[in-house]
């Protein structure tokens, strides 16, 4: 499950914004809102989840519509057509993070162009309160706050200087040891890693309707 410092922010955040716009009222999401760890796991159990596969094991990750939904729409439905698949992690930093997500790592040949490529369109940032801590999933982003497209990172360790510069968007509640082997893999200037690490991205439990809701 999330870790409980994530869960605690998430609560404050969504109870704040919502408390604000008066809309904070009975049912299961009022236990939520009124921060009560226990329903906002609930709530975790029923948001989308994605598996990342690689050779070195996989990573489950739960998605979180409620802060960024056109982030969340956007990663499912790529990873619906099989975008990802193929892709590798191109960028790997120890005590950092790990980054993939670029359709131009599917040829070996374009080293050159890594990190630079996207599935056509950006996204407007959805910034939010919370941190980016281990294991946490953000969308990669040029200097332009609204140029996210399909790659995205997982922090291996903390890093606030992130923090409500780029959108998150999930968490890996499940396989970050996976995550830890593949940050640790020799690299090269750029740190790339040496050797090839492809991914495949499958959905599951996915809750959201055509319009992100």
Partial sequence: MMTWQVIRNIVVVWGVALGCAGLVAGGARADVWAGNPQALLVADEKAPHVTIKTKFGEMEIVLFPELAPRHVESFITLARKGFYNGTIFHRVIPGFMIQGGDPFTKDPSNRKNYGTGGPGYTLPAEFSQIPHERGIVSAARTADPDSAGSQFFIMVDRAPHLDGQYTVFGEVV????????????????????????????????????????
Avoid: F, W, Y
Avoid at 176 to 182: F, G, H, K, N, S
Avoid at 203 to 208: P, S, Y
């Fill in 174 to 213: 499940n396989g970050m040891e996976v995550a830890d082997t593949i940050v640790q893999q020799r690299r090269g200037s750029k740190d790339n890693p040496l050797e090839r690490i492809e991914i495949t991205v499958e959905v599951h439990d996915e809750r959201m309707t055509d319009n992100g809701s």
